[in-house]
């Protein structure tokens, strides 16, 4: 029963993530010792590898290392698998640091964003501000770059690399796709229900759940049954994982979340939530809702937009759509011919992704 027991527990996600940051930590000592060598700007280095490592929740990582186990993969971790995974949290880094220019957010993690961090490490110089933000492009252009040299040097055998390869390609691709929707978007608030959600799922929610674990389900030589099962479980609970933080974005408190407050309904983003909200709202509650656009976060207008948002019912339907969602990944999974250590896991992140405060 013991034995039992333990094949059918989820794994070790502690661990997972001390392999990755291992890994993380281990890659940048590198690069300081390069531009040392090199004479290159040591705050490049320093500026990513504080930002990588000062928070997060690791998640693409760790459903990569997941992916692999649900595939067949075995264990322990192959380091190759484990750089890889790595890579996909400087990816990360690179989406957060260009999206955070783009929409001029300066909170991150509870800290300075990177362009904020750039302007105060440069506060004397007259021209400080423009090199803030075309500093931190560059910075976010070099992560790309790193997560790129991780993906490159991760020990191989060519099936594997050949088989990520393309899966990589479109995760990239899409993400990109997805943030030029949003800024095309931006600054008019939108009942499109539709385009919300196809925003969704190529900005966050596929890069977020579904391609990190078809990435590792594809390292481990998982069959097409199994791939598809698991877009099935990620695509719904992609979803639910972006929906909650549009939640958290109108509704959180910032000194838990990390990020201003109401930042997606200042810059006027076509969220779900919104969407729900100007669907059943009123011209009054309407025009609550777009004078909060380029207001500061702690105005009038920014309180009664969010109490609309109540009024609406669209925080409800909200929450009523992360709940089906959640459900829909789970019935999928259950259905899965999958490793139970990875089922337990799977269950166990659907439930942080979705319920979260952070």
């Not at 390292?219 to 099935?232: H, I, Q």
Request: charged share 20%; aromatic share 4%.
């Amino acid at each position: 029963m013991a034995s039992e027991a333990i094949r059918e527990s989820p794994l070790d996600l502690v661990g997972c993530r001390r392999q990755v940051v291992a890994c993380l930590r281990e890659f940048f000592a590198g690069k300081e010792g390069a531009v040392r060598a090199g004479r290159l700007p040591q705050e490049a280095v320093e500026v990513i590898r504080e930002f990588v490592l000062a928070g997060g929740k690791r998640l693409r990582p760790l459903l990569c290392l997941v992916g692999w186990t649900a595939g067949g993969g075995c264990a322990p971790t192959p380091t190759g698998v484990v750089r890889v995974a790595a890579s996909l949290e400087v990816f990360h880094a690179f989406a957060l640091i260009h999206d955070d220019i783009i929409d001029g957010a300066g909170l991150r993690r509870g800290q300075p964003a990177v362009h904020c961090q750039m302007a105060a490490r440069h506060a004397g110089r007259p021209d400080a501000a423009a090199l803030a933000v075309n500093g931190a492009m560059l910075l976010g252009d070099l992560a790309l770059v790193w997560s790129d040299e991780l993906l490159a040097t991760a020990p191989l055998v060519a099936w594997q690399r050949r088989a990520i390869g393309p899966l990589v390609g479109v995760m990239r691709e899409e993400l990109a796709h997805g943030q030029y929707l949003d800024l095309l978007a931006a600054g008019r608030l939108s009942s499109d229900l539709g385009l919300a959600l196809q925003i969704c799922r190529a900005k966050t929610a596929r890069y977020t759940i579904e391609h990190p674990l078809l990435i590792g389900a594809t390292l481990a030589g998982a069959g097409r049954a199994v791939t598809d099962g698991l877009s099935a479980f990620a695509v719904p609970l992609g979803d639910a994982f972006q929906l909650r933080d549009d939640l958290l974005d109108a509704f959180g408190d910032p000194a838990v979340t990390g990020k201003p407050a109401c930042g997606d309904l200042r810059a006027g983003k076509p969220t779900v939530l919104t969407a729900l909200a100007l669907q059943d709202a009123d011209a009054a509650q309407k025009q609550a809702l777009r004078a909060a656009i380029g207001a500061p976060a702690d105005a009038p207008t920014v309180s009664r937009a969010r109490t609309v948002l109540e009024e609406t019912g669209a925080r409800v339907r909200t929450e009523r759509m992360i709940a089906e969602c959640c459900r829909s990944a789970l019935d999928t999974l259950q259905s899965m011919p999958l490793p139970a250590p990875a089922v337990a896991t799977l269950r166990a992140l659907a439930a942080e992704a979705t319920t979260r405060t952070a």
